[in-house]
């Protein structure tokens, strides 16, 4: 048995590909289901099952296409409420794709229908499973259970802590595990390892699930962990459940200077891709600067209104591509457009060009009384330190609050820059004057501006 792992770092996921050199199995497809078909074809074997561990929150599956594609099985909890033909699957079923041997367990938590699959290769009898446990078991902890109903966490993270000892029973300690969540994705809770390989004795040992002394603890300490997560979550698993259609990743339209400016008038988001260095240096009035990195579609999908039109600003049309690919994985289907290349071209004649400061914190020590100090950080983190007299709107909240900021410059902070990167651009096209402290917050710890 091989097992080939696709990393989507953005979202903080994994895909696998398991094979026994001839036949495939596939687990948690992303929609961008290209890089799958090229480790299949890399590997020289086909795809003969899909398997979704569950209806996923924080991206659109790509399992719906790649089985039709490739005239597969595709397998979901047969208590799923899909829109679409697919193979049924419960707890106790066997299925087998070449000489793997796939055994279902059901373990709810992340959600109620939530699957992991045991599997095994018949061919090499000596060998351990491979466990794919989806959003349930974790490297060091397990997925957040606050995503179906918040009324119900404490039902499911209960159900969660009892899924994951259900799981292991009769398991050897040198099962492979094989997570779906937990390498930085908002679908993982507790105090994840880090780690990106691990073994089900690396987990008994070290795994919040097996260390906590009683499910009560662990319910307690799982639930007071939990934090924000982005608002277009809400609307991944209503579109997994009907079956997406393929990405479209094709170049969209070009917009030029006079478009793009139209656009900016209406108030339709036109979102600049550019480092945020560059961004606060020089960019378009009225645009929205969200470099592209890890953590694009992530903030993207959080504060953009959903569904509405957004062009996008790029240094060139490979960059543009790039935010694309990360777009559709959220279900942000197609760019309203995008324009490329240097700023001079891209501005209309008489528009305005903006440019506002970077500072670090050292830079707050000679601060004016007018000022506004605000901090764009979660509640979780605001709770582990602040500074003194700082305003807190966490950047989820910015748009909504704009009215509850005093007046004066504000200068805003988060914990590295990069989400405050996001806030100034948006208090930037508010037409508030901003200030970007774009520093790491041990700074201000260092600098003893933070009260712990």
């Known amino acids: 048995m091989h097992v080939e792992i696709i990393q989507t770092d953005e979202l903080g996921d994994r895909t696998y590909v398991v094979h ?33 561990t569950h209806i996923h929150n924080d991206y659109v599956t790509g399992g719906h296409h790649l089985s039709r ?43 109620d229908t939530h699957l992991a699959y045991v599997v095994t290769d018949s061919a090499a009898p000596a060998e351990p499973p491979a466990v794919f446990t989806g959003g349930s078991l974790l490297y060091g902890s397990v997925g957040r259970t606050d995503l179906v109903d918040p009324v119900r966490t404490e039902e499911l993270t209960r159900a969660q802590y009892r899924s994951v000892h259900r799981l292991v029973e009769g398991l050897p300690d040198a099962a492979q595990i094989y997570p779906t969540h937990g390498f930085g994705s908002f ?32 319910v ?21 459940l009907g079956g997406p259609e393929p990405a479209d990743l094709s170049a969209p339209e070009t917009v030029e200077a006079g478009e793009l400016h139209r656009r900016i008038d209406a108030g339709e988001w036109v979102v600049d891709l550019r480092d945020r260095v560059f961004y606060a240096a020089d960019h ?27 062009t996008l600003i790029g240094d ?44 670090g914190f050292a830079a707050l020590r000679r601060v004016g009384p007018d000022a506004v100090l605000l901090d764009v950080r979660r509640d979780d983190e605001r709770v582990a330190g602040h500074i003194a007299h700082s305003v807190h709107i966490p950047l989820h909240h910015l748009l909504s609050c704009l009215d509850e900021l005093p007046h004066g410059t504000v200068w805003v902070h ?16 508010a037409g508030r004057d901003v200030t970007l402290i774009d520093d790491e917050y041990g700074r201000a710890v260092a600098l003893g501006l933070s009260l712990n």
């Not at 992303?30 to 795809?47: F, P, S, T």
């Not at 993982?188 to 690396?202: A, E, K, P, Y």
């Open 69 to 111: 594609r490739a005239d597969a099985r595709y397998a979901l909890n047969a208590a799923d409420p899909v829109a679409f033909d697919r193979v049924p699957v419960r707890d106790g079923d066997m299925l087998e794709a070449g000489s793997l041997r796939i055994r279902v367990r059901a373990t709810p938590g992340h959600t």
């Open 414 to 429: 988060c914990a590295s820059g990069f989400r405050a990167s996001i806030a100034a651009s948006l208090l930037d096209r």
């Open 20 to 52: 026994d050199g001839t036949v495939a199995v596939v687990v948690d497809p992303q929609r961008d289901i290209d890089r799958v078909e090229g480790v299949l074809q890399n590997a020289g074997v086909a795809v003969a099952l899909v398997l979704e």
């Open 187 to 218: 679908c993982s809770s507790g105090s994840t390892s880090g780690r990106d390989t691990g073994t089900l004795g690396i987990e008994r040992r070290s795994n919040d699930a097996f260390t906590a002394p009683d499910e009560r603890t662990f």
């Open 316 to 359: 060139s049309p490979a960059q543009v591509a790039a935010a694309q690919r990360q777009m559709v994985r959220i279900g942000i289907d197609r760019p309203a457009g995008a324009a490329t290349g240097d700023l001079d071209a891209l501005t209309a004649a008489g528009r305005e060009r903006r440019t506002y400061p970077r500072v």
């Open 284 to 310: 378009l009035a009225g645009t929205v600067g969200i470099a592209l990195g890890t953590q694009f579609a992530t903030y993207l999908g959080w504060l953009a209104p959903w569904e509405s039109p957004i």
């Open 220 to 240: 307690a300490d799982l639930v007071a962990a939990l934090t924000a997560y982005p608002a277009y979550y809400a609307h991944m698993a209503p579109r997994n």
